[in-house]
């Protein structure tokens, strides 16, 4: 199948559970809801996941989609930063936390897999650059 939107990438169907999965966390805890400058970070780094991936897409430049890509698995760390200031005030228990976290993980090792790939497009092209400009 050929990808013609961002919707169709993996890495942002995945965004997508991560972020509902953190306003739900958010939703079910009244301590992290009053906590206003966590709360709000945690959204946005969720949110930062997804926007950073489709605005990726949206600049049809792999160095490009590769810069973008890598602010988004910079706000997956974000993200699980945030759950574990959460866990340390008791606004979320250990099975919650490790939800959150591990699906920041999952994100972010989807997302790894696609720069390894789009990074290995980029060096096969400057080989082949390099061959013909010998030949």
Not at 30 to 36: G, I, L, S, V
Not at 69 to 84: D, H, K, P, V
Request: proline fraction near 1%; charge should be positive.
């Amino acid at each position: 199948m050929k990808l013609t939107r961002f919707e169709h990438l993996e890495c942002w169907q995945e965004a997508r559970k991560l972020t509902n999965m953190v306003y739900e966390t958010i939703r079910t805890s009244k301590p992290f809801q009053a906590d206003y400058r966590l709360r709000d970070q945690s959204t946005g780094a969720a949110i930062s996941v997804m926007n950073n991936i489709a605005e990726g897409w949206a600049s049809q430049s792999n160095p490009e989609f590769i810069k973008f890509l890598t602010y988004s698995r910079r706000s997956c760390a974000e993200a699980q930063n945030c759950f574990y200031i959460a866990l340390d005030q008791k606004y979320v228990t250990e099975s919650r936390f490790q939800e959150n976290y591990d699906q920041a993980l999952k994100v972010t090792k989807i997302i790894d897999g696609l720069l390894r790939y789009l990074r290995s497009q980029r060096s096969e092209r400057y080989e082949r650059s390099k061959r013909s400009k010998r030949s």
